[in-house]
Structures are given as C-alpha cells and as structure tokens.
C-alpha cells in the first residue's frame, strides 16, 4: 500500500488527519496535507481507505 | 421518475418533527434522489436529496456556487442572492479564486491547532456553566450557554473584541433570518463590514495574538478582502455551533438513553457528536449549485445553466447509507455525514465545531446531571424560518 497526497487539491480540512494522526498530519503554514507515512503496515489499510473516503477534495489516493 | 410525480415548486422549510426533515423531502429521496423542482423565479432546475448523489454534485467542481449563476430554491430572499459579490467572502467563489483565500486560512484550522485550543475552550465552558449556577433554573440554554461558547471562541480567534457582540450578532440574525427583506440584509452587510473595516485598520496599527492581525500582517488581502474573509468567519463561527449546541442539547434532553451516554462514557462522545451532525443536520436550505456544463447525475441528465437545491438533511438519512436513520443512536457509525458539506467547500471551521461540541455537551450533562426542558417539548420555538435551523429559546431546569 503506497499513499499518495496531491497538495494542490488538498482544501486542508483535515479529515485525514483526524481520522488516522499516525500517517497524516498537515502542515503550520497552510494546513495542506503531509503524509507522515507513504507506506503504513497493512494492518491499517481499512484506517488508510476511511481516510481516503473522508477527504472532501480527492486529495488523497492508494496505490499499490 | 414516474411522470404522475407532481412537480414540487420550491424547497419546503416546514418540519412536522422538531429534529426531522420535511416529510416532503424524505418522500422525494424514496421515489427519486434527484429530480426537478421549480424554482421560485420559475427555472426549472433539480433537488437532490439523496446522498451519493448529492455527495457526487458537492466534490464536482463542474458545479458552480458563484451567486450570479444561481437560482433561488425558495421565495423568499434566502442565502441565495445575486447580490454583487463581497470582496474576500470566498464561500461564493469557485476554484481558483477560493482556493487563494482558503489557503491563507487552512493552517490556522488545522487539528493541531484547534487542540492547542482544547484548554481554554474548556475555560470559557466551565465560566458558563458557573454563571448559569449563581444564577440559578430556569435558565435559557441558547443565551447562557450554546451561543456564548461558540461566539467567545470566535471572537478570540479573530480577534474581534466579545463586548462588541450584541451589534453582530444582531446583524447576523438579520443575515440568516429568511424573512428579511432585500434592503435589511444590505444593511446588514453594510453595517457588518463597517465595523469589520474599522477592525482591519486598528489591527494594522496595533496587532496583538489574533488571527486578523496575521492576515493583515501577511499583507496579501485588501482591506475591502479582509472585512469579506472576517464577515464569513464571524457569521459562520456564531451561527452554527451555536444551534448544534442548542437543538442537540434538546434531542438528548428527549431521548434520555442517549442522553445517558454522552454523560457517562467519555468514549463514546466523538462519535455522538458525528451522529448528532448527522441527525441533525442543521443546515436548513441547500446548499445550492448551478451546473457549468452538462453532467449527468445517477439517472439524471444536469444540463449546463441548471441549479441543483440540495438537501443535507434527507441525504444524511438516506436509508442507502444509514441505516435505520431516522433514528438518534449515538453508537451508530456516523462519519461521513455531509453535514460539513463535501468538497472545497467542506467546512474550514468543522474540527473547531468538533472540539466545542465534544468539550461542551459533556460538561454541561455532568455539571446538571438533573437537566430538563422547563416546558413541554411542544413549545421549544424552532428556527423553521432561518437559514441555520435549531431552537430559538430552550428553557431548562435542574
Ligand atoms: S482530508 Fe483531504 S483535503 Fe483534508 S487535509 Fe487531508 S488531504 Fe487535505
């Protein structure tokens, strides 16, 4: 599982970073999204995938 | 769609229930989640009450918000004006304007922050709480508690000073007030903006440890864009948490099994305040879009020009996506309710709302463990005729 985040469509909502802190956070300036972890354990993939679903702006993607 | 289906023209605002949609509504999503509605010019555009659909329609930047393309779902006035744009208030402008604004503002919303926050939203909670004890039942929750949190958070946020309070929040109710008449709203504005323009012009000569003092800092927005940005800010920060609070408070207060876990169980309270979004969905009429050119959604074809009304609170019960919706469980697994919006335009203050609502309703359900409505649940005034719905008064004993 390999995260990818598109900063430029990101409207820094932070549902990514509430629903899984350990692999999002978003940064001081402009509250767009950093992956803290692009490749995390598989056990969280269905976190990982939630995230994903939340994010008004389809910021977010996984790929293999 | 079956063609006996009559046409419904305009949006209804009417619940026959305190903390359900209109009837009509949720009729329309079970026959068809997308089908036309007259407006109230006579345009013949679309409602939308279900709820992958009307997710679909808000992440679709093919659908525009600009004021000057919509239509007006319901006669009267409404958000929905095709007043000139006000310079900053970005809630109306489709990307790449929007996203100029939202960027200056996203890093001082982060979850970080709005944590860092957690201590003195706390604060100003338990302040409420001890000054509706020295004064003691009845008290009304709206004025003693559910408007006061919210509005200090924001106006310390901001930076706008909380004694100034009674003028904006007049203008604000003028604002969302659906029966205002063309020339009170302007006045509003007007009014509203004045006064934020004096604001920016102070916080240029003497910044303190607010918000607008850094975008004036900053020194990428005018005046005229400053006073926009502070006026959507300031009416988005009273307004909604305000009502959240309010009618959520009023939908425990009726159902005592849920009210009961939200008091007792500290971990079950994120979720209960998702699920109270959800059920409530406070967001009276639309939003609405107007499409840029021709999409098709679910069965329906959307033609360039179109406006779409949707409908948050019959797609958050939509039966496809919450099951057994119409009823309050504060258990059920409610994220993903559009309550927030979807979209660019998803909410810029929601984990602010989320951390208000998730320290406020708790506190409050400890601090009177005895809360009751001081009148039979019949005579709770409700907001059937403002843009954000909730109670006007909510008298309580303890
Ligand atoms: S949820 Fe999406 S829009 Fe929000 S901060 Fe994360 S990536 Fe950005």
């Given at each position: 599982m390999k995260i990818k985040a598109d900063t430029g469509r990101c409207v820094g909502a932070g549902m990514c970073a509430l629903t899984l802190p350990q692999v999002f956070d978003q940064s001081e300036d402009d509250g767009t999204v950093v992956v803290l972890d692009a490749e995390p354990p598989a056990a969280l993939g269905p976190a990982v995938n939630r995230a994903v679903q939340l994010c008004p702006s389809g910021a977010l993607s996984v790929g293999r | 769609m079956t063609e006996a289906t009559p046409r419904l023209a305009t949006f209804p605002l009417a619940r026959e229930r305190a903390f359900d949609p209109p009837d009509e509504l949720a009729r329309r999503r079970d026959e068809a989640p997308v089908q036309r509605m007259t407006y109230a010019d006579g345009h013949e555009g679309w409602l939308v009450t279900g709820y992958a659909e009307a997710r679909a329609i808000l992440a679709d930047n093919r659908f525009s918000t600009r004021p000057e393309l919509l239509h007006s779902p319901?006669?009267?006035?409404?958000?929905?004006?095709?007043?000139?744009l006000t310079p900053g208030?970005?809630?109306r402008m489709d990307a790449p304007e929007h996203t100029r604004y939202r960027r200056l503002l996203t890093g001082q919303f982060t979850v970080r922050r709005m944590k860092q926050l957690e201590p003195r939203i706390h604060e100003i909670t338990e302040s409420r709480l001890d000054a509706m004890e020295r004064e003691g039942a009845p008290a009304d929750l709206v004025e003693s508690f559910a408007l006061p949190i919210p509005s200090l958070v924001i106006c310390e946020m901001l930076g706008v000073p909380y004694e100034d309070r009674e003028k904006f929040q007049r203008d604000s109710a003028v604002l969302v007030n659906l029966d205002s008449s063309m020339e009170d709203v302007r006045a509003a504005v007007q009014d509203l903006l004045s006064y934020l323009h004096g604001l920016v012009e102070l916080k240029a000569k003497e910044p303190g440890d607010d918000m607008l003092s850094g975008l004036v800092a900053g020194g990428e927005l005018t005046t005229e864009e400053l006073g926009g940005v502070a006026l959507l800010l300031l009416i988005a920060g009273h307004e909604t948490t305000a009502n959240m609070l309010g009618l959520g408070t009023f939908a425990l207060l009726t159902n005592p099994g849920q009210l009961a876990v939200v008091r007792d169980d500290p971990a079950a309270v994120d979720n209960a305040v998702e699920e109270l979004l959800r059920y409530l969905s406070i967001v009276h009429i639309g939003p609405t879009r107007t499409a840029l050119e021709d999409v098709e959604v679910g069965d329906a074809l959307i033609r360039a020009g179109e406006s779409v009304t949707l409908s948050l609170g019959a797609a958050n019960r939509d039966p496809e996506r919450?099951?057994?919706?119409d009823t309050l469980d504060v258990t059920r697994p409610a994220h993903g309710h559009l309550s927030f919006g979807h979209g660019i335009h998803q909410c810029l203050g929601q984990q602010l709302a989320r951390i208000e609502m998730r320290i406020a309703y708790p506190a409050l359900l400890r601090r009177f463990p005895n809360l009751r409505l001081a009148v039979p649940a019949r005579d709770v005034p409700l907001r059937a005729k403002m843009a954000i719905y909730g109670v006007h008064r909510l008298p309580v004993l303890w």
């Open positions: - | 319901i006669p009267q006035r409404g958000e929905f004006s095709k007043e000139p208030f970005f809630l919450f099951e057994g919706g």
